[in-house]
């Protein structure tokens, strides 16, 4: 059982590896310079399906959002940034969707006390676009959703001071891991004459 399980936990790291080469190998397609752009056209058109961007003229926005291992430990800080027209609107009261996150990993807790987690300058955000916003929770949108501003159903997070890995590791994650979880996956495919043969196939071992 104990190899049963080893080959389901190898096989699902090794997709994993497979599947952040091959994100990384569309990061290099599609951003094989990186993407300048004022936040006000993006809000506009979008980014073009660009993954490694530099964001002009953003201002950062309240509220923010953050995540721990644990208590003490750095957080990862999430929080909007939006355009000079948007700011003046939501001053006045009208509401507002911010169509840009930006993320920050590993940052003191300090902040937390001084209340500003934010960049020192969100005037110019560069970084790659993650998917982590996929895995946001309803009562997460709901935190980041206040005082009139809304979240983009299109938003893209950004995780600031990033680049791109180069093509070669890129490349060797895909086809590394793609190798090995096909090569383990291969293994449960066995032809057997009954339960007791292929469990024999599979685990090398006999039933008890």
């Not at 940034?81 to 300090?110: T, W």
């Not at 560069?126 to 980041?144: A, C, M, W």
Request: glycine share 6%; aromatic share 12%.
């Amino acid at each position: 059982m104990r190899t049963i399980a080893n080959k389901f936990i190898f096989g699902f790291l090794f997709l994993f590896l497979s599947w952040k080469g091959l994100d990384g190998l569309l990061i290099n397609y599609h951003s094989q310079q990186q993407y300048e752009v004022n936040i006000l056209e993006l809000e506009k058109t979008g980014t073009q399906h660009k993954r490694f961007l530099k964001i002009n003229n953003g201002i950062a926005a309240d509220p923010m959002i953050y995540f721990e291992e644990n208590p003490g430990s750095p957080i990862d800080v999430v929080y909007p940034i939006i355009s000079a027209n948007q700011m003046m609107d939501a001053r006045l009261g009208k509401p507002v969707e911010a169509r840009v996150l930006v993320k920050i990993k590993n940052m003191s807790r300090e902040c937390l006390e001084d209340g500003n987690c934010f960049l020192p300058d969100s005037t110019s955000i560069s970084g790659i676009t993650e998917n982590d916003l996929l895995n946001f929770t309803k009562d997460q949108y709901q935190l980041l959703e206040e005082d009139g501003l809304k979240i983009a159903k299109d938003a893209i997070l950004v995780e600031a001071n990033t680049k791109p890995i180069p093509l070669a590791w890129n490349l060797l994650m895909f086809i590394g891991g793609s190798s090995f979880a096909f090569a383990i996956l291969k293994s449960f495919f066995r032809k057997a004459d009954n339960l007791e043969d292929y469990w024999e196939k599979v685990t090398e071992k006999k039933m008890a």
